[in-house]
C-alpha cells in the first residue's frame, strides 16, 4: 500500500530564505506525486503535480520539486520565501491499483517571519 | 467557470442522528473523490467515482458511511448513526480523469455533538 511522509509537522523560515519541505513516499511502481497547499479558509490548492518524464518539476507561486526514484522523495523548494507563502503543506502520491487513490501526508506548517 | 461547490458549509448534528453531505463537481469531470479531514491531518480517502460508480470505497471506515453519484454528476455522502468521532472536515474533489489534477471543494465542516 502506498503511503507518504513529510517528517517536519512545522518550519520556519526567515522572509527572503530559501525553503525546502520533505516528502518520502512508499509504492512499488512509478508513482504520481503532488504538492498542495492549503491556506486558513481556503481550500486546498495543487502546487505542482509530477507523472513521468523530467524529473524537476515548476510549479505555481514560484515553487519546484524534484522526483528521486532512488530516495523516494519528492522535494518541494523554494528559493526565496514571502510572507504570503505561510499556509499548510501536503504532499500527496497516486497510484493506479485496480481503481485510484491519492493519499495524503499529515501536512507541513510554514510560518514565516519577518 | 464555476468550480466545485459543496453544501452545507457547515453542520452542526446530534450523535445518533443522520446527515448527508453533498457535492456539485465541475461540469464535466468524470472523476470524483470523497476525503475526510481531521484537525492537524492530511486529507484521508474515502471514496473514488469514476461516472456513476463507485471506482474504489476501500477508505470508508465503516458501514454507516455510503456515497451515490446517480446521474455521474453531482454526488452525496451519506452518514448514518453519527458518532462524535465523525466530526471533521469533508472534502469533495474532480478531475477530468482518474490521475490527473483534482480540484478541490471548500469542504463541509461536520460537527457531531
Known amino acids: 500500500a502506498q503511503s507518504v511522509t513529510q517528517p517536519d509537522i512545522h518550519i520556519t523560515v526567515s522572509e527572503g530564505a530559501s525553503l525546502e519541505l520533505r516528502c518520502n513516499y512508499s509504492?512499488?511502481?512509478?508513482?504520481?506525486l503532488f504538492w498542495y497547499v492549503q491556506s486558513p479558509g481556503q481550500g486546498l490548492q495543487l502546487l505542482l503535480k509530477?507523472?513521468?518524464?523530467?524529473?524537476l518539476v515548476q510549479g505555481i507561486k514560484g515553487f519546484e520539486a524534484e522526483f528521486k526514484r532512488s530516495q523516494s522523495s519528492f522535494n518541494l523548494r523554494k528559493p526565496s520565501v514571502h510572507w504570503s507563502d505561510a499556509a499548510e503543506y501536503f504532499c500527496a502520491v497516486g497510484a493506479i491499483d485496480g481503481g485510484f487513490k491519492t493519499i495524503f501526508g499529515a501536512g507541513t506548517r510554514l510560518f514565516v517571519k519577518a | 467557470g464555476a468550480g466545485v461547490s459543496q453544501t452545507p458549509s457547515n453542520k452542526v448534528t446530534e450523535k445518533g442522528k443522520y446527515v448527508e453531505l453533498r457535492c456539485d463537481p465541475i461540469?464535466?469531470?468524470?472523476?470524483l473523490y470523497w476525503y475526510r479531514q481531521s484537525l492537524g491531518q492530511g486529507p484521508e480517502f474515502l471514496i473514488y467515482f469514476q461516472g456513476t460508480g463507485a471506482a474504489d470505497d476501500s477508505g470508508l471506515p465503516n458501514d454507516r458511511f455510503f456515497a451515490v453519484r446517480p446521474e455521474g454528476s453531482v454526488s452525496t455522502l451519506k452518514i448514518q448513526r453519527t458518532e462524535r468521532g465523525d466530526s471533521a472536515v469533508y472534502l469533495c474533489?474532480?478531475?477530468?480523469?482518474?490521475?490527473?489534477?483534482?480540484?478541490f471543494g471548500p469542504g463541509t465542516r461536520l460537527t457531531v455533538l
Open positions: 474533489a474532480s478531475s477530468t480523469q482518474q490521475g490527473y489534477e483534482q480540484f
Open positions: 509530477y507523472f513521468s518524464g523530467d524529473t
Open positions: 509504492y512499488g511502481a512509478t508513482p504520481y
Open positions: 461540469s464535466g469531470h468524470t472523476a
